[in-house]
Structure formats: C-alpha cells, structure tokens
C-alpha cells in the first residue's frame, strides 16, 4: 500500500492511495489522489467518498450541478495544489453531505470532515464586472453535517482566496466556514445556519484575513465561546455589507428546563486586534450571549466604520448591542433600538477608547435593571457626538448616557445647529457623570462632559438639572457643564402649490444666525408674497433668527378671463387658454369653465352637476344629484315660476362631497308649481 504525506499550513493529510485518481464502481465510489483534470459528472451521481480526496500536481477537479457527495465518517476533500470548481446553479446545488446518519447538533460523531483549499490552491479571480473568471469555486452548493475531525470549518482555507456563493452552509461542528491568511477573498449571498463549535466562530471564523468582502449573507442560529455569529481576529481593510446576522447563540435549554445563552462574547459579531474594518448596512438582531456584547464586541481595535446598520433585540449581561474598544472609529447613522441587558448598559457600551465620532444615531427603547440605558463610556478620551437621538430608554440610573472611570474630554453634542437629543426619558437623571472631580469647572477640564449644545427637550434650566446627577449631587464626581440651548425655530408653510428652499436647512437657528428662504412655484402658479412673521413681495428673503418664527408663503394660479385654472385645464390634457376654457368637449351641454366650478370632468359627459331625482312624502320634498366632489353645492328653490324668480337657500353641501346625494327638505309644500335647483361655487 502506498501511503503520502503532504503538509500545507497546519493541515496535515495521510491519504491511502487504494485505487487510481477519478476511477469509480457501480456504487459511484471515490477517494484518493488526484493529480489529473477529473470530472464528477451528474449521471454520475450520487457519489461516496470512501477514502479523503486529495487534488495535488495543478490538477481540477469539477463536479459538475445536481451532483451529490456522500463523505464516509471522517473523510474530507483537501485542495493542496489545483483547483476545486463546484459550480451549481440554483436549483440544481451541488450536495456536500455525509453518508451516514443520526449526527447531534453538538457533538462531531457520524460526521464526515470538511473541504479544504492550501496556499497552493488556486484563488479565485475575478473580471472587471466581478465575475469570477477562474480559480477555486463554491457556488450553489450545501455543505452540511460536516465537522467529525478536529479541523475548524466545513470548508476551510488556508493562506487560500476561493470564491463562496450563493451557499448554504449549515449543520456542521467545529463552525461553519474558516479562514487564515486569506487576502482578497469574497464570501456573498451564503446562508450560514445551525453551526456550532466549542471555541470561537460558529459561523464564519477568520484570522489574519486581509481585503476580505462578507456580503448579503444571512448568518443565523449558530453557537460558539466566542463570535456565535462572526469571529475575526488580527483582521484589516474587510467590508462587512448588507449581512442579516440573527438569532446566533441564542437562547438554549439546559437539563432542568431553564433558558440560557451559551456564548460568552460577541452573540453577532466578535472583532479583536482589527483595523479599518467597514461594517455597513447590516442587520444585526436577536443575538444573545451570557457575558457582553449580544451583537457586537470589538476587542483592541483600529478604525472600525459602523454604519447605517441595525441592531436590535439583542441581549448581553452588559452592552446588550454591542461593545468595542476600537480607537480612532466612527459609528455614524446606526440605529440601536429594543436591547437588552440583565445588569450593565444595555445599548453601547465603549471601554478604553480614544478619538471616537458618534454621528445622527438612533439609540431608542434599551432596557437595564442597572446602569446605563443607551450608552456608556468608561475611561474614554476625546468622544465627540452631534446630531444623535437618545430617547425612551430605561436604566437604574443613566437612562441615556453614564460617563465614568478616567474619562476626559467627552462632548455630547459638538453642534447646536444639529445638536444631540437626549428626550423622552422614564427614569431619571438620564446623563450620569460618575467620573471622579478633578477640580475643575471648564467645560473641557478633566472629568467633566460637555453638554452645553444638546437639546433636552425643554429650554428650562431647573427641568434640565434634574435630568443630570454630577457634582451638584455628588461633590465627588465631575461635572456635566449644560445651557438651557437656547436656539429659535423656523416653521415654514405654502399656501398654493410650490416650496420654499431654507440655506442653511434646519429646525433650529442661534440667536441672530443668517438664513435665506426662496419660494419656488409649481408649473402653472406663480410665487405672490410672503406672509406669517415676515412680510415680502419677492422670491428670496434674507433675515436672522430673532425667535420662533413661522413664514408662510403664498402662491396663486394662473387662470383664465373666466376664472379657470391653467393646472386645472392641464390635468384633464387641455390647452391653458380662454379658448379651451370656453370649449364643450364631452358635449354634455356645459362648458369647460363651467365644469370647473362644478368640479366635474369636462371629458366625460356623464360627469355632470345636475337634478337626478324630485318627489313628496308626507309634505316632504325628496331631492337627488349628482356632482363633482370639491365644489361647494347649493339647493335653492323658487315660490311660483317667473322670468326672474327669488330663490330661496335650502341646504348648503360642502365639500369634500359624494357624487351622488340626496336630501329631505321636511319644510316643503307638495306644489307642481315651486321651482328647485342645484348650483355650485367654488
């Protein structure tokens, strides 16, 4: 019997080379050595791999849509030195399974091993479409119960870039995908699901990975120590994109029946030692862990881009959603709605970190029976916020934001023009400074926070110092350096069809700031003058915020001799002249402009203002008609015949009014001789 050893990173194969490379028998049995361009083909499956695959010498091995494989216990599919193209299509997915049966969830029995790419293994590249145009492929593909060795991943790569698409990657041990030393790699539209492992990773595991895109996955129900859903470690310049990472170490019964989260650290995502990470436009919901960091928990990092993601609904002993550490970092646009935590700061909380930018987040409905309900920071340096919400969140104490441990230079708004607000509130005080006093008073000083530009939701100095607890309260700690934000507001209305454009646009101004305000008018209108707090007859104006203002701005149509709109005339498709105002174009014996005042449609004769229906019951006159919707409508009625007749009002409709309507006037004399008419205005 011949036996090889090859080594490749940390793997190492023994493979038994028992019969030749890519032959098969009746049961479509394979194994071994391949080191000739080989072909599993469709009619060919399924296959079982009786022994390991080993693909060396620059060989390809592809396996062809539909195809299906069946490892024995133990075996796996190595790509040493060639290439793998496991190219499905959607409904035709190439099947990675094991031959045998009853594998646990939990445990590594009666599975197969994994597949694997080494240094050697080709990487995939890609057209300037990104297309992948050659290398190693999975694509269309289910790996599934895969994990019966000790080698981490279903599939795993080593100092390897293959291309991972459109897989589902689910039930296996020892986590679902791993990577080390992969630089440029693409993992897209996969789903990741139902994967555990006892260390770190259940879904996605990477270290040392370099220029790596993770995209439009769902990474959903898996388990691990550490990093249930992502774990990635000594990682740099990787896009995390548009990924839904939900319900990863959530909740599991234990043996008396009790609920309990079995992940420590990182229930979505666990980052440690990374720099210039982009974690953008995720959905990161549901994650649990029994330590911190339910979504996210970032470790000793550099230059993390968060945002416009979602966490939500996730839940930690503390930092329900996520905590990080990452210097130089900016979160900016992320919403943190709904987490949860048993006793520390159930939103964000940020531990040991510098040069931080907080930017128009959401920070909402965070709940924690202790301290801290949207965010924490402890021992931080140079934090800068504007422009964030905090509101309805629920804590001990510090329902929007606890600042504590050797904090310095914390400034919870940097801008009254988008300032910070911290409304809403259960609990108060909801900004704790637990800092310890420096003794100093400068906004700036040591252990004090700057919030002299948040808006508080009130302008009442007394109503804002109950909503902080520092010095005042506690001569021990520092101090939260507030002003009752006095800014003006700008309310703007048009009256007619246009808009007003404000420079610089927003709700609130400084005393005494410029702005300018011009009106644009709709096609067919024109701009006429303003109004409310301002008077001004042409289309710019250029004022200063003196206080709350509200300027209105009025637009007219043009309009016909006869009175009728020109945007009227245009939406039924007619010509903007007097001439189309005076045509009949349904011919229903009414002109245009008249229609108009009826609010009827003037290119159907059966939208009409008239009499449908007169009759008497019991002294009572029984009138119907029909109409347009937006005109106000008259009955009126005459006495006795005459060539000018006196007409009396009976009932007024206004509008908006039904097309058809019908009206009892109880105070009418049954006559043949009494006149009764519709007529509307507009």
Not at 175 to 188: E, K, M, S, T, Y
Not at 519 to 547: L, V
Request: a negative charge; aromatic letters at 8%; glycine letters at 10%.
């Amino acid at each position: 019997m011949n036996r090889c050893t090859i080594w490749a990173g940390a793997l190492q194969v023994a493979t038994a080379l028992l019969f030749p490379a890519g032959s098969s028998f009746a049961q479509s049995m394979v194994g071994g050595v391949i080191d000739t361009d080989t072909i599993w083909t469709t009619n060919g499956s399924p296959y079982t791999v009786d022994q390991s695959v080993l693909v060396i010498n620059g060989a390809t091995l592809t396996v062809e849509p539909g195809v299906t494989l069946k490892f024995n216990p133990l075996t796996s599919l190595f790509v040493n030195d060639g290439t793998l193209r496991a190219m499905g299509t959607p409904d035709q997915r190439i099947v990675f399974t094991t031959s045998g049966s009853g594998v646990s969830p939990f445990s590594a029995s009666n599975r197969w091993g994994y597949v694997a790419f080494s240094d050697l293994a080709e990487d995939a590249a890609f057209d300037a479409n990104g297309s992948p145009t050659s290398g190693c492929i999975l694509a269309h593909a289910v790996i599934e119960y895969a994990g019966g060795t000790t080698i981490q991943g279903a599939v795993h790569a080593e100092d390897s870039s293959p291309y991972i698409v459109d897989c589902l990657v689910h039930s296996n041990y020892h986590g679902g995908v791993f990577l080390r030393d992969a630089h440029g790699i693409r993992i897209l539209g996969n789903s990741i699901a139902d994967n555990s492992t006892p260390i770190s990773g259940g879904g996605l595991h990477a270290i040392d990975v370099d220029d790596a895109l993770i995209q439009s996955n769902l990474v959903t129900r898996n388990h691990a120590r550490e990093g249930s859903g992502l774990y990635m470690n000594s990682c740099s310049r990787v896009r995390i994109e548009a990924n839904r990472i939900v319900a990863n170490a959530q909740l599991t019964v234990s043996t008396n029946g009790v609920l309990y989260p079995i992940g420590y650290e990182g229930g979505g995502m666990w980052l440690g030692s990374c720099g210039s990470f982009e974690v953008s436009s995720n959905t990161i919901s549901s994650n649990a862990v029994k330590l911190t960091g339910g979504g996210l928990f970032m470790k000793r990092g550099e230059a993390l881009d968060l945002h416009n993601n979602q966490f939500i609904s996730n839940q930690a002993r503390t930092a329900g959603a996520i905590k990080f550490t990452a210097n130089n970092s900016v979160l900016a646009g992320n919403t943190i709605l709904s987490n949860a935590a048993t006793i520390g700061v159930a939103g964000i909380q940020i531990v040991g970190a510098s040069n931080v930018g907080m930017t128009n987040n959401v920070l909402a409905l965070n709940t924690t029976p202790g301290g801290g309900g949207a965010l924490e920071m402890s021992s931080c340096q140079t934090i800068r916020m504007t422009g964030n919400l905090i509101s309805n969140n629920v804590a001990a104490t510090g329902a929007g934001i606890s600042v504590s441990g050797s904090s310095q230079d914390i400034v919870l708004s940097t801008s009254r023009i988008d300032p910070t607000f911290i409304v809403a509130h259960t609990n108060l005080p909801i900004i704790r400074n637990d800092c310890p006093f420096a003794f100093t008073v400068a906004p700036d000083g040591a252990s004090n926070v700057d919030g002299r530009r948040v808006w508080w939701g009130t302008r009442d100095s007394e109503q804002i110092d109950d909503l902080v607890h520092d010095f005042f309260d506690d001569a021990g700690k520092g101090i939260v350096v507030i002003d009752p934000h006095i800014t003006f507001g700008l309310t703007l209305q048009t009256n007619g069809s246009g808009s007003i454009g404000a420079v610089p646009d927003k709700p609130f101004y400084e005393p005494d700031e410029p702005f300018e305000l011009c009106a644009t008018s709709s096609d067919h209108w024109y701009f006429s003058h303003w109004g409310g707090d301002i008077a001004a007859t042409t289309t710019c104006y250029a004022g200063q915020a003196s206080g709350d203002l509200v300027i209105s701005v009025d637009f007219e149509a043009f309009s016909t001799q006869q009175g009728t709109p020109h945007w009227w005339l245009a939406s039924h498709g007619m010509d903007t002249n007097d001439q189309a105002a005076a045509l009949d174009p349904d011919e229903d014996s009414q002109a245009t402009w008249r229609e108009y005042i009826a609010d009827t449609n003037p290119t159907n004769a059966l939208s009409v203002l008239a009499l449908t229906g007169l009759s008497f019951s019991n002294d009572s006159q029984i009138v119907s008609w029909k109409g347009g919707a937006m005109a106000t409508q008259y009955l009126e009625t005459a006495d006795v015949p005459a060539s000018d007749p006196t007409w009396h009002p009976v009932y007024t409709n206004h509008p908006p009014t039904t097309e058809i309507v019908t009206y009892t006037n109880g105070s009418a004399a049954s006559s043949t001789g009494a006149l009764t008419r519709i007529r509307a205005a507009r």
